[in-house]
């Protein structure tokens, strides 16, 4: 089998943009992406978890490398400014390059 | 003088919180805990209400629903001498909306005294939630640039939150179901919603107290202006409740909830709302005054109090 190389945007933000970047990976044609709560610190404070509106998530999702950087690019002018928001991407390899 | 176990269990988790303790809730039953009170409070309100003739409490809800525009607007220009506009803005949302674990340590200290109150005051709770939150966001945007990136969602989205928020879809659906299904469709379910609400209140302070100890460090850095808003507005707004339960001619009970929702300041649903309507606002502000001082202020000094201040009007 052969592994293919493909970009995985992991995303660390506010649990209240979870609804909107939903509807843009939507809108992107993203095929597919994992949300999952976080807890931690970071330049807006510590993120306990115990509130709603004090809530993070952390989203990995993986494209080619062009859509992945276009969709970052696209997320840090929308939400950058004013939201707790961390985002980077890393070179995977994948088995099935189709399906991203 | 015996103290509310209930304000006991707030202590408790507050000087846990302050020690640096270990001890922490889960935050799933944090979440049920909470869809738990919002659910039982609208079904005690919901049976209650149904022994009313509806025509009679439509005028007292139109002049409560108007104290919930009222009151950010007269917040706002007080918080602007210190505040950026949408701080001021956002933190005049908090102050009008109200908060629901307040309300309910109101209700059960009322109860301990064995003092009545008159039912609509959950509608009242429901009603009160809405106003400021569309108020401070017309607050925070007048004048403002629209078309700038990131300066939050637009109102269809916002109402959206606003009117769908988690704790108005539970409050007034635990309303309609009392409504609906009356005492005796309740009867079955006494025992865990109106028998169980006193217990499980305390353990949801539990965790309040640990929430309200971790927002001190961050008020320290604010300054003394916090302090005394945070203070001084629940103990002026309290009269504007009294003066409107008053003229409703509500009872001592009726007139120290009503004082109590006016004086309380939202931290759950306003710091969502705000977040997403005005992103620009210092989150760590509004909620800090609301639930780091605001809230412990209320529950250990705040209710008692106002009940003395709707003795000397009565």
């Known amino acids: 089998m052969q592994f293919h190389s493909k ?51 952390q989203i990995e999702l993986i494209a080619s490398t062009a859509t992945a950087e276009a969709l970052a690019e696209e997320i840090q002018l929308e939400y950058g400014q ?17 399906k991203f | ?46 049976l209650e209400l149904a022994k009313q003739p509806f025509l009679q409490v439509l005028p007292q809800a139109l002049l409560v629903l108007a104290m919930g525009f009222v009151i950010p607007l007269l917040v706002y220009p007080v918080l602007r001498l210190k505040f950026s506009q949408v701080d001021a803005a956002s933190m005049s949302a908090h102050y009008g909306s109200v908060s629901v674990v307040t309300y309910a340590v109101g209700v059960a200290y009322l109860s301990r005294l064995g003092v009545s109150h008159e039912s609509q005051t959950t509608l009242f709770l429901v009603l009160l939630e809405m106003p400021a939150l569309i108020v401070g966001v017309i607050l925070a945007r007048q004048g403002a640039n629209q078309a700038g990136k990131g300066s939050g969602h637009g109102w269809g989205k916002l109402l959206h939150e606003v009117l769908l928020g988690k704790s108005i879809v539970l409050l007034m659906g635990g309303l309609l179901i009392g409504l609906l299904a009356g005492p005796e469709g309740i009867k079955p379910l006494d025992r865990l919603y109106l028998d169980l609400f006193k217990p499980v209140l305390t353990l949801f302070l539990l965790e309040m107290g640990l929430v309200v100890a971790g927002k001190f460090g961050a008020l320290r850095q604010q300054g003394w202006f916090i302090l005394l808003a945070g203070i ?30 006016a004086a309380s300041a939202s931290y759950i649903a306003a710091p969502a709302a705000m977040r997403m309507a005005v992103p620009q606002a210092n989150p760590a502000l509004s909620l800090g005054a609301a639930l780091g001082i605001t809230f412990p202020f209320n529950l250990l000094i705040g209710v008692p109090l106002y009940y003395q201040f709707a003795h000397w009007v009565a």
């Open chain 2, 232 to 261: 001084g507005l629940p103990l002026c707004l309290s009269w504007i409740g009294i003066g409107v339960g008053h003229l409703l001619g509500l009872s001592v009970g009726g007139v120290t909830l009503l004082a109590l929702l």
């Open chain 1, 82 to 98: 004013h939201y707790a928001l961390v985002q980077w991407l890393s070179e995977v390899r994948v088995l099935r390059a189709d």
């Open chain 1, 7 to 57: 970009s995985m945007l992991t995303i660390v933000t506010e649990a209240l943009l979870e609804n909107d970047l939903v509807e843009l990976f939507e809108a992107r044609k993203i095929r597919g992406w994992t949300i999952v709560a976080a807890r931690g610190k970071g330049a807006h404070g510590e993120k306990r978890g115990s509130f709603d509106a004090n809530e993070n998530i």
């Open chain 2, 1 to 46: 003088m015996q103290m509310d176990p209930v304000v006991l269990f707030f202590l408790l988790g507050l000087l846990a919180g302050l020690a640096k303790s270990d001890l922490k809730l889960p935050s799933a039953l944090y979440d049920t805990l909470s869809v738990f009170l919002l659910l039982a409070i609208g079904i005690k309100g919901g």
